[in-house]
């Protein structure tokens, strides 16, 4: 039997809504595929899937489908931007939002067998920190928070690091600045995480830079496409693709978290 192929497992996650989450989740899997990684983006927020209506894409079949038996994963991929591949979630199907054990664990063991076609897989989480949530980052190997300058959103991300340590152990966080003006304010924005998290909390952050506030980004959105895709030029897709060079240097897991049915095992330990 081979040796699993090391699959890196990337959530992006937030804390709060509207911090600009799914945005940075579908270009940075762009970014990625264009320096020849093989990306998956998951959507992975179960209540109220977003990442097909920002890129203004169809999908005839979605995660309902793989659950129920009516479908393999791979008859679910959809092409998205850039060649990614993206992982349609059901929008506005409470069931999804409260999958049993079994489900999860069939959910997770789809991917498992993706495991030799891709590198890179993106999970893009609901905003909050439901069950749901909490069930992805544990089993994701790099956490990336996106936290922009506003008070909630830092309390928010507060919180989410606050019990991923104190419940789970996870210690390591990466965060990432978003919407800010520029690189001071996005360290600054770094900074004052940290003091809350340095005097309460056990935990390492990383800070892997800022996106700068772009109306090239609303645009886009407007025009339901990924920013890197209509305006690679802008400042945001810039500061994309420079956070895509230090993703793809970040280490490879080494076995056994580098493979997806690790991703399936800790989803699915009660």
Same mark, same amino acid.
């Given at each position: 039997?081979?040796r699993p192929?090391?699959?890196q497992?990337?959530? +992006?996650?937030?804390?709060k809504?509207?911090?600009g989450?799914?945005?940075?989740?579908?270009?940075?899997?762009? &970014?990625? &595929?264009?320096?020849g990684?093989?990306?998956?983006?998951?959507?992975?927020?179960?209540?109220?899937?977003?990442?097909?209506?920002l890129? /203004?894409?169809?999908?005839?079949?979605?995660?309902?489908?793989?659950?129920?038996?009516?479908?393999?994963?791979?008859? +679910?991929?959809?092409?998205?931007?850039?060649?990614?591949?993206? +992982?349609p979630?059901?929008s506005?199907? $409470?069931h999804?939002?409260?999958l049993?054990?079994?489900?999860?664990?069939?959910?997770?063991?789809?991917?498992?067998?993706?495991?030799?076609?891709?590198?890179?897989?993106?999970?893009?989480?609901?905003?909050?920190?439901?069950?749901?949530v909490?069930?992805?980052?544990?089993a994701?190997?790099?956490l990336?928070l996106?936290?922009?300058d506003?008070?909630?959103s830092?309390?928010?991300?507060?919180?989410?690091?606050?019990?991923?340590?104190?419940?789970?152990?996870?210690?390591?966080?990466?965060?990432l600045?978003? $919407?800010?003006?520029?690189? $001071?304010? /996005?360290?600054?924005l770094?900074?004052?995480?940290?003091?809350?998290?340095?005097?309460?909390?056990?935990?390492?952050l990383?800070?892997?830079?800022?996106?700068?506030?772009d109306e090239? +980004?609303? @645009?886009?959105?407007?025009?339901?496409?990924?920013?890197?895709?209509?305006?690679?030029? &802008?400042?945001?897709?810039?500061?994309?693709?420079?956070l895509a060079? @230090?993703?793809?240097?970040?280490?490879?897991?080494?076995?056994?978290? /580098?493979?997806?049915?690790?991703?399936?095992?800790?989803?699915?330990?009660?």
């Amino acid at each position: 039997m081979s040796r699993p192929h090391p699959v890196q497992v990337i959530a +992006v996650s937030g804390g709060k809504g509207g911090v600009g989450k799914s945005n940075v989740a579908v270009n940075l899997g762009i &970014a990625l &595929a264009e320096k020849g990684r093989r990306v998956v983006l998951l959507d992975a927020d179960l209540g109220l899937a977003n990442i097909d209506v920002l890129l /203004g894409i169809t999908a005839n079949r979605n995660l309902q489908d793989v659950l129920s038996g009516a479908c393999d994963l791979r008859d +679910v991929l959809v092409n998205g931007p850039g060649g990614i591949k993206i +992982v349609p979630a059901s929008s506005g199907t $409470q069931h999804m939002t409260q999958l049993s054990t079994m489900e999860h664990a069939g959910l997770i063991n789809a991917f498992s067998e993706l495991g030799d076609q891709i590198d890179v897989l993106i999970v893009d989480t609901a905003a909050g920190i439901s069950e749901s949530v909490v069930s992805f980052l544990r089993a994701s190997q790099e956490l990336l928070l996106v936290v922009c300058d506003e008070p909630t959103s830092i309390t928010d991300a507060y919180a989410l690091i606050k019990l991923m340590n104190r419940d789970y152990g996870v210690n390591r966080f990466r965060i990432l600045a978003n $919407q800010v003006r520029n690189e $001071q304010e /996005g360290r600054h924005l770094f900074e004052k995480l940290t003091r809350v998290t340095e005097r309460f909390l056990d935990v390492a952050l990383q800070y892997v830079g800022m996106v700068p506030f772009d109306e090239a +980004v609303k @645009k886009a959105v407007q025009r339901q496409r990924a920013v890197l895709e209509v305006y690679p030029r &802008a400042k945001a897709s810039l500061a994309i693709k420079s956070l895509a060079d @230090k993703v793809d240097a970040w280490p490879l897991p080494s076995s056994p978290r /580098g493979h997806l049915e690790f991703f399936v095992e800790r989803l699915v330990e009660v």
